[in-house]
């Protein structure tokens, strides 16, 4: 849009294309060009000599695995489910179809019906191991990349349009893929690339931490970043990637399946049609975990005294000590060990990228020579890491420049869309504040957070500019005015609650994750105070007493394979019964009739639950009417209203399995409780909806049926307001009757209130604003907009205190 207003059109059109002394001037000669220059990436011609000799030898001793196996007789084998399928749609997005023209959203609106037809087509599938033709070939869309000389092919992306029913069998393939890596522990601990739970920070912090650690212990660290193997994806070794899975022992059907997957693909660039030799598919559900196990061991023969970090394939080595010399030698054989297994598995990491760095406090750091294929790797003095700058003093003032620099150009798009009287609303600008200018703010925040006050506050500049805009502010504006009028924390109560969002999110994971140790005491952090992430968290954790707090598994995996659980029995069709009776009858009558009508014979349990906004108490309840049977349990404080209701299922599923009637029917006025399992899915309480999936499973061995219905609450209805009553009382019993571990989710509305509690006491102290406060005492509110910027201006002015009006006076 910015571009548009600024006259500037994108032109998409390809230029005239000119390779090896060939000129492409028809659309069809283009297309004939592209697609020569995208088979040569995959081809084996890339390959040096000496990988070539290797793998033909490795294939030759390992003939026997490129073949079909036989079904193994695991529960990976077994058929997918309609359940599996369903689960699977809803992950997945509205992307561009294949050649087939069938979009994701003609496939989320069919009808159970013809999603069976579906499945049924995938089972087969996977149960003769041919994937069809259609699915492995690909409609390729050259994108041009940014920066280059776009007559030439090489300058192109390949963007591949494939089947959206290949990729919808490809992410339930690999949703059972993945649950056999994660249960089994098969990933690497150091690697955070494509895997649920993980992300950059984590090897940032690692780094981070080792690299004050070696400051306060006056030693220097080498560090040797791997920022890119050579077309990773395109030229993977997929003989090698079949090796690994054997070693691995993924056999039967899944083994079978990604053989067809692998081999046999063609390409189409708009014309012409070829066959690609090597490399996994870009694009493909399938790309990640796959690249990840391929990739997984690169550091595996290296020293365990070497640092390391894996995020896809950008990955890094590092090691502290205070001889030089000795920290460069073990450095460079851990580099030769990396270097020997990119030869062993046909990968090369870009030696234009590959870079070696000395992080000390000395002012002129010692020359290295590390070399990797027989190069010297360049010395620099700063890194970008994983998307952050990191200078060999380590004090981000390289990375808060490019940083500023970045968010300069969001203010000029907050300028471009605004004015004194006409504009966005400042709704619309906050958003746009929050996605292009805050977003770049924050990532990294908790790392560039130990620079020195001087260095942040220019930061700060950068989002007092971004509200000023947003609200139409004078530039005398008091900034806490500005900040409470905005509803934006000041940065560094925003740096204190994103410290410990993450911390949080740590806790949740096994011992293993890398993180974790930074959590623990170390003889550094008593001997100085510094500002590294693990002594500053650690210290706000102790000073506000959530140690002791149980934090819910941030990824939370079953005993019983997901794929093992059945399709819940749930049914929302009472609201439709509500509207055709068009208020003829009560609404509570309604319901009554419906449930007695359709489940005439089967036992009806309720279930609710209860919370205390003001204390945080929570309570969950269940009533047998048959039976007159009441169960009402306090919870942990500070649980959420939906993890109430989940508890409430999971009270009625036991007494349920221990009873065992027949047929029951569960009534619950929680939607969001229903539509979780019914997708699977919750990312407020995954580990909940599990643990009710891994009950229906065991209660469907017993043949026992259980349906849940939706009911809506507080309309009269009687079994419903009977279990409502329960819970609330429940609030009331002194004593905690079940403990339950809090969400992340659940932990992060504690940290907001922290956070808005310290801001509430900036504001309620400050000498500043003062006019703003005489108005509104509390921060954190809304204040009523008119969607009217000149209005909006106005009264915000009004209210800070800084208006035309009161300069003239």
């Not at 003769?128 to 000389?149: C, F, Q, S, Y």
């Not at 591949?160 to 890596?181: D, F, G, P, Q, W």
């Not at 955070?192 to 981070?208: Q, Y």
């Not at 006491?761 to 509110?781: A, Y």
Request: with cysteine.
């Amino acid at each position: 849009m910015i571009r548009k207003m600024g006259g500037i059109q994108r032109n998409n059109n390809i230029p005239v294309l000119v390779n090896n002394g060939k000129i492409a001037i028809k659309d069809s000669d283009k297309a004939v060009m592209l697609v020569e220059a995208f088979v040569m990436v995959h081809s084996n011609d890339n390959i040096s000599g000496n990988m070539t000799k290797y793998s033909e030898q490795k294939v030759r001793e390992n003939a026997y695995i490129f073949v079909k196996k036989n079904p193994s007789g695991s529960l990976l084998d077994i058929e997918f489910t309609l359940y599996e399928l369903k689960r699977a749609l809803t992950g997945g997005k509205n992307t561009s179809p294949g050649k087939d023209d069938i979009c994701y959203e003609m496939i989320k609106h069919l009808s159970d019906l013809s999603l069976s037809t579906i499945l049924r087509l995938f089972n087969k599938i996977w149960e003769t191991g041919n994937l069809p033709a259609d699915w492995k070939h690909g409609v390729i869309v050259p994108i041009a990349k940014p920066g280059k000389d776009h007559s030439q092919p090489i300058n192109y992306r390949p963007i591949a349009l494939t089947s959206n029913l290949c990729k919808l069998m490809e992410r339930m393939v690999m949703n059972r893929l993945t649950y056999v890596i994660e249960s089994r522990g098969i990933f690497a601990a150091y690697q955070s690339g494509f895997r649920k739970g993980r992300n950059t920070m984590d090897s940032i912090l690692c780094l981070e931490a080792e690299i004050r650690k070696a400051q306060i212990n006056k030693e220097v660290l080498v560090g040797v970043f791997f920022s890119d193997v050579e077309k990773a994806y395109d030229m993977l070794w997929k003989e090698g990637l079949l090796i690994n899975l054997e070693s691995l022992r993924i056999d039967g059907k899944m083994y079978n399946w990604i053989l067809s997957f692998l081999f046999g693909r063609t390409i189409q660039v708009r014309v012409g049609t070829v066959f690609s030799k090597n490399g996994t598919p870009q694009g493909s559900v399938s790309s990640p975990i796959l690249f990840n196990l391929m990739i997984n061991d690169i550091f595996h023969n290296v020293d365990k005294g070497i640092g390391r970090s894996l995020y896809a394939d950008d990955g890094a080595l590092w090691k502290r000590g205070r001889n030089v010399s000795i920290v460069e030698k073990k450095i460079q054989k851990a580099v030769n060990e990396v270097e020997k297994w990119t030869n062993g598995w046909g990968f090369r990491f870009s030696l234009a990228k590959t870079k070696v760095i000395c992080f000390s406090k000395k002012k002129n750091n010692p020359s290295l020579n590390v070399k990797m294929y027989g190069c010297q790797l360049e010395q620099i003095s700063v890194v970008r890491f994983l998307g952050m700058w990191m200078d060999s003093k380590l004090n981000f003032r390289f990375h808060i420049q490019k940083l500023i620099e970045k968010c300069k150009k969001g203010i000029n798009v907050l300028r471009c869309l605004s004015g004194a009287e006409w504009g966005a609303s400042c709704h619309a600008l906050k958003r746009i504040y929050c996605a292009v200018i805050r977003s770049n703010i924050d990532y990294g925040c908790i790392v560039h957070s130990s620079a020195n006050k001087t260095l942040l506050n220019k930061i700060e500049v950068i989002q007092n500019q971004a509200l000023r805009i947003c609200c139409g502010a004078f530039r005398s504006s008091p900034v806490a005015s500005l900040q409470v009028e905005m509803r934006e924390l000041p940065l560094q109560l925003r740096r204190f609650q994103l410290r410990l969002r993450y911390w949080c999110g740590v806790k949740g994971h096994l011992e293993s994750h890398p993180v974790r140790l930074l959590l623990k005491d170390c003889w550094e952090y008593a001997y100085k105070e510094i500002t590294s992430f693990g002594w500053v968290v650690r210290k706000e954790v102790n000073s506000l007493k959530m140690k002791d707090h149980d934090i819910a598994p941030s990824v939370a995996i079953p005993a019983i394979p997901p794929w093992l659980f059945p399709m819940p029995l749930i049914n929302l069709q009472i609201h439709k019964v509500i509207k055709k009776q068009e208020m003829s009858l009560p609404t509570e009558i309604v319901v009554q009739q419906y449930i007695s009508q359709e489940y005439y014979s089967v036992l009806q349990v309720f279930t609710d639950g209860s919370k205390e906004p003001e204390s945080g108490r929570a309570a969950a309840a269940v009533y047998i009417p048959t039976f007159k049977i009441k169960m009402a349990k306090r919870l942990s404080d500070y649980v959420s209203v939906f993890t109430t209701e989940l508890l409430a299922i999971i009270l009625a599923l036991q007494w349920i399995e221990e009873v065992q009637p027949a047929r029951t029917v569960i009534c619950t006025d929680s939607m969001a409780a229903l539509s979780s399992l019914l997708s699977g899915k919750s990312e407020a309480r995954q580990d909940l909806v599990l643990e009710v999936l891994q009950s229906l499973y065991r209660i469907r061995q017993l043949r026992i049926e259980v349906t849940f219905i939706w009911v809506p609450a507080h309309v009269g209805v009687d079994g419903n307001e009977e279990v409502d009553l329960l819970a609330k009382k429940a609030l009331n019993h002194p004593q905690i009757e079940i403990m339950i571990a809090l969400s992340k989710a659940e932990f992060k509305r504690l940290i907001t209130l922290e956070a808005n509690k310290k801001w509430q006491d900036i504001w309620n102290s400050g000498s500043k604003g003062r006019h703003l406060f005489q108005i509104q005492e509390s921060v954190g509110k809304e204040r009523k907009r008119y969607g009217n910027r000149k209005k909006d201006v106005i009264l915000s002015r009004l209210r800070i205190g800084h208006s035309i009006e009161s300069r003239s006076v």
